[in-house]
């Protein structure tokens, strides 16, 4: 009885160990599905009363189609009018291109959310939002470095200004732009898609973006920090440098002009793309640089709102109706057509 007892509590005890084991085991593979294989996500958007969430659909959706329409009739006009082949107007239209690109990538998905109070989303099309969201944002942080470029040589070196910006030089400065700012963005997505997601798949936001996808995240935050503070050098840093120092010598070349009508003829040309580059630039600071300790979730959504949407319709009205040049192809057109 005690060999047959001992044998008995051994195979007890070895079954035992084996669905502890298997336990174990079984809780595991459960946890690592759970942190690896998120399937959707779900945007929240305002969590307003019904009649608010109504007015910004509204809203939004007047300047969405506002901001196409906009878009495209700065670049048609760019495309069809002789007078607008210029550097200048060329970098435009890519700023349109641009524009359009950013608000398709976020105005939609924010007006569905807002039409049923939140909305989910596939982790692959939160990864394909986020990466025409990059690649757009990188794109203009280089044109408007490159427009300001433009008017730096424009005023500060007027006789070598053809010889300098060429048609070939622009085309050339634009493709190697859009490259850039498309492998940046699938460098992004090739670090967010790496990261393990666990818990809620809550994204209190209206689109996929960086900031709230790796606060959910329970990966080691410090690779993607790290990954941001080295982008944010090339991307952000060193074009914001080179808007303030060309802008610093235009100045400095613009009060050397002795004549009041000049003078105020330089500023003029400068005017629109400064009050560009300090919208978007001001947006995106208050958003990803500054600390928003202090700010609640709701002003972080309007901020962003700001820059991803409302952005791209301000730029066609203020190159428009500060600009001489396209409002005297607009009056040509329609004294054309009408």
Known sequence: METGDTETVTIWGMLGSMLREQKIHILECSAENNVTVVSDFFLLGFQVSKNLRIFLFSLLFVVYWGTICGNLLIMTLVSTSKILHTPMYFFISQLSISDILLTSDIAPMTLHILLNNGAAITFIGCMTQFFF?????????????????????????????????????????????????????????????SLKFCGSNIIDHLFCDLVPLQEMSCSDPFPMKVQISLLSFPLLIIPSLIIVLSYVNIVRSILRISSNISRQKAFSTCSSHLTVVSIFYGTIFSVYILPTGGQTLNVNKITSLLYTVFTPLVNPIIYSFRNKDIKKVVQETIQKYF
């Open 133 to 193: 969201f990059g690649a757009a944002e990188t794109f203009e942080c280089f044109l408007l470095t490159v427009m300001s470029y433009d008017r730096y040589v424009a005023i500060c070196d007027p006789l070598h200004y053809v010889s300098i910006m060429t048609s070939t030089f622009c085309v050339k400065l634009v493709i190697l732009f859009w490259f850039l700012s498309f492998f940046t963005a699938s460098i992004d997505i090739f670090t967010l898609s």
